[in-house]
Structures are given as structure tokens and as C-alpha cells.
């Protein structure tokens, strides 16, 4: 678990200056997307899991406070207060799953103001990578129409950590696999992969390559056959295939060129062949786009792998989410810079009927037929045991049914329109209030 200098330099001089200070009263931050990124109609809440176990195990050990004593010329009793910090507060949270618009918020967190506020670039950055790739990722289902989707990204991620957040948040959205080891075996997810081109150069002839891959791996081979000639290579596939018996459970793998054209033929040569259950998997620089006219051109592809576009969220790896003061020992707050204006006060999100969210006070009472998204998951520092399930299963489940309330212009892969997010009359008026 990450330390509690791993953060921007400015929270802890504002940590010290509030330490200094006595200011240790109750304050609530919100942490929100400004805006939707480009081509995004909606975003899938994930990582939430991994900043609350953040949360419970924040703390300074004895060499990062040597670092702040010296970086920040702290006083024994700062110092001393730097030593026994914990976060101790509560938070409410979207679960990990469910989709959220622009303004909405993610999670409020409430506690101390030296601990919520140290604990701002932490949560950020456990949240934003993840909840950019599982929305990228649901576009890619979107896309896929129900085929199975496997998760290539961990060669091209920005960091191994990253590359376990992508494995966690495809799966989490529906992809079927990942080549992940590691995170296949932390979150026990299906691992896929086949070989390399380097396999098939490695020996004399794709035919010895695919004798040599099916006799060690028998139970579903799946063989790369553009190496060379892709025509060649289905037909080497194809005689190992009827050699070994293996028509029920081979597949064969296409990763450059034109995919459809390509699938097609490898397609017709399989049929003809008598192996019509041998299936056509398909990669290389794959995103929803690509996918889809894939699909919508009836290419015979029954399953892709998607790596770098999806790795690094390629068409846009930014969400400007942000992390605002709106309440301070019950004194509602709101920024008021010109843009970046904020909402005050602790709040809920409502998922009404007619495909639209209302954005509320936390106290508001929930209107009849609306469902409150905000959920308490940590009190006095601790997940909640009866928090919604954190499973992947669980927040699968919460996604699919999020995804079946989302309206359709907001699912569309080319200029999605969000649905519309309301704010109750009581937040108008306060905000009214606070700004006046």
C-alpha cells in the first residue's frame, strides 16, 4: 500500500499549515468530473476498492517523517502529529460499476480537514486511471456485440500498476480474458494468450510451429498465421488441425493487415475445410471504432484482443476530475472561479426515471421511483462490512444494469449525448445562498 507521501507537495504544507493551526474540524470534500471527455456519453465508476484500502493503511513511517522534517522544518510537535495521522473519517461512493455524468460526484469524503485534505491527489489518482479504461472499455463492448473481448494492454500500459488497474477494470465491464498473469491470478480472471511471431520464426516452418504448440497445449490452441503468408498460414493451421483432431478447439489468430478481408478468407478455407467450429480471433491496434465497422461489416470474427489503444485510454487518457472543500464544520463552501465553479454542500445522486440524474443535497429526501448512488462504504477509517458487494461479479452486475438505463443516444460510439443531470431546487437555492 501506497505511503502518505506519495502526494503533491502542496497538501502537506497545507497539512502542516492546518496541524499548526488546531484546524481539525470536520470537513467534506467531493472528488467529480468537470466534464465528460470527448466522444464519452457517460463513465464507469471503478478503483473505488483499491482507494479505500489506501485510505485504511495511509500513514508516515519513520523515514518519511524524517523527509518532512527536514523538506518542511517541522517542529517536534508537527512531527509528532505527522506520526500518529490516520484517516479516521467516513466516505460515501458510487460502487465500483455504475455510470456517472459530469458534475456528479464519485465520492465525498469526510473527516478532519488535515486528513481529507492530504488524501486528495491519493484518491485521484486511484480513481481516474481505472474509471478512464473501464469507460473505454465498455465502448469496446458496445462494439463487440457480445463477442468475447480479451485484454492485450500490459506491454503498452504507463506502468505495471497501471497495467493491473486496466486488467481489473476490462473485467469489471465484461471483457472476457486478459494476458495479464499477475492480475489474472490477484483478481481471478481467465487468462489468454497464444504466441508470438517470434514462436513461428523460432522454427522451421509454421507447420513444425503449430505440431510443436498443439502437442504441448492441446486443450484450445490457437495459432498465429500471418507471420509470413496469411493464406500459408491458415493452411498450415489447418492441416495440424485435422492431424491432431483439434477441429472442436483450435482457433486461429489474425493480428495485421486487412482483418476483414483476411477473416473472410480464413473463414471460407476453414469451412471448406469441414472445421466450422475453429474460431477466428482478431488483433492489432483494435479500439471500439475499428471494432466496429469490423462487425457491422459482417467480418466472421468471433473474438478480438485489445491492447494499446485500450491501455492507454489513446483517444482520451485525461478526465478533469477534481477535488473540492464543500462543507467545513457544516458551513457549506463553493468556489466560485470563473469555469470551475463548484456545488456547496454534502450531496446525493439521483437516478430518476425518464433517463435523466438529479444532482441533490445529501439530506434531501430521495423522490418516489428515484435510486441514491452514493452509498456509505468507510466509517472511522474502515470499510463498512456491509458496504454493496465489491466483488467484480458484483460490480459486472451493477454495470449491466446501469448500461440498460442508459439511453441509447448516450451509448452511441460517434457523438454520444450525455443524459441530463438536474439540480434540485434546494441545492439551487443554496448555492444561490453561499454565492451571494
Not at 504466441?195 to 503449430?210: D, G, K, L
Request: aromatic share 6%; glycine share 8%; hydrophobic share 45%.
Amino acid at each position: 500500500m501506497p505511503g502518505a507521501l506519495l502526494t503533491d507537495f502542496y497538501e502537506l504544507t497545507m497539512l502542516t499549515a492546518y496541524l499548526r493551526r488546531g484546524m481539525t474540524q470536520p470537513a467534506t470534500f467531493s472528488l467529480f468530473a468537470r466534464s465528460l471527455p470527448p466522444a464519452r456519453g457517460y463513465l464507469v465508476v471503478a478503483g473505488v476498492e483499491s482507494a479505500l484500502a489506501a485510505l485504511e493503511a495511509l500513514s508516515f513511517d519513520d523515514a518519511d517523517l524524517a523527509w518532512c522534517r527536514d523538506a518542511l522544518d517541522l517542529d517536534d510537535a508537527t512531527t509528532t502529529a505527522l506520526a500518529e495521522l490516520r484517516f479516521t473519517g467516513e466516505v460515501w461512493a458510487v460502487p465500483e460499476g455504475r455510470m456517472v455524468l459530469a458534475g456528479e460526484p464519485w465520492l465525498e469524503v469526510t473527516s478532519a480537514l488535515p486528513e481529507s485534505q492530504l488524501v486528495e491527489t491519493l484518491l485521484l489518482n486511484r480513481l481516474t486511471f481505472p474509471t478512464a479504461v473501464a469507460s473505454k472499455a465498455a465502448r469496446c463492448i458496445e462494439a463487440a456485440r457480445g463477442r468475447p473481448l480479451a485484454d492485450f494492454a500490459m506491454r503498452r500500459t504507463p506502468s505495471l500498476d497501471a497495467a493491473d488497474a486496466v486488467a481489473r477494470a476490462t473485467a469489471l465491464v465484461g471483457f472476457a480474458s486478459t494476458s495479464n498473469v499477475d492480475a489474472a491470478r490477484r483478481h481471478h480472471l481467465p487468462t489468454t494468450g497464444t504466441m508470438a511471431h517470434s514462436f513461428v520464426q523460432a522454427f522451421a516452418s509454421e507447420a513444425e510451429t503449430f505440431a510443436a504448440y498443439a502437442e504441448d497445449f492441446p486443450e484450445r490452441p490457437t495459432f498465429l498465421v500471418d507471420t509470413y503468408d496469411t493464406e500459408r498460414g491458415v493452411r498450415a493451421a489447418i492441416a495440424v488441425i485435422r492431424e491432431k483432431g483439434l477441429g472442436d478447439v483450435a482457433a486461429i489468430r489474425l493480428d495485421s493487415g486487412d482483418l476483414g478481408a483476411l477473416a473472410r478468407m480464413a473463414r471460407a478455407l476453414l469451412d471448406d475445410a469441414g472445421l466450422p467450429a475453429v474460431r477466428i480471433v482478431a488483433s492489432g491496434g483494435l479500439d471500439e471504432h475499428k471494432i466496429d465497422a469490423l462487425v457491422r461489416g459482417g467480418a466472421p470474427i468471433d473474438a478480438f484482443g485489445v491492447g494499446s489503444q485500450l491501455g492507454t485510454v489513446a483517444d482520451a487518457p485525461v478526465i478533469d476530475t477534481i477535488y473540492k472543500l464543500v462543507d467545513l464544520a457544516g458551513r457549506p463552501i463553493a468556489k466560485q472561479s470563473t469555469g470551475k465553479a463548484t456545488w456547496p454542500g454534502a450531496k446525493q445522486v439521483v437516478r430518476a426515471g425518464g433517463g435523466h440524474d438529479l444532482l441533490a443535497l445529501r439530506d434531501e429526501p430521495v423522490p418516489a421511483g428515484g435510486e441514491p448512488l452514493l452509498v456509505p462504504v468507510m466509517r472511522g477509517g474502515r470499510r463498512l462490512d456491509d458496504r454493496p458487494d465489491p466483488s467484480l461479479a458484483a460490480a459486472r452486475r451493477r454495470f449491466e444494469a446501469d448500461r440498460d438505463w442508459l439511453p441509447a443516444a448516450a451509448r452511441r460510439l460517434r457523438d454520444p449525448v450525455a443524459p441530463e443531470v438536474r439540480i434540485t431546487d434546494a441545492l439551487a437555492t443554496l448555492t444561490e445562498s453561499v454565492r451571494s
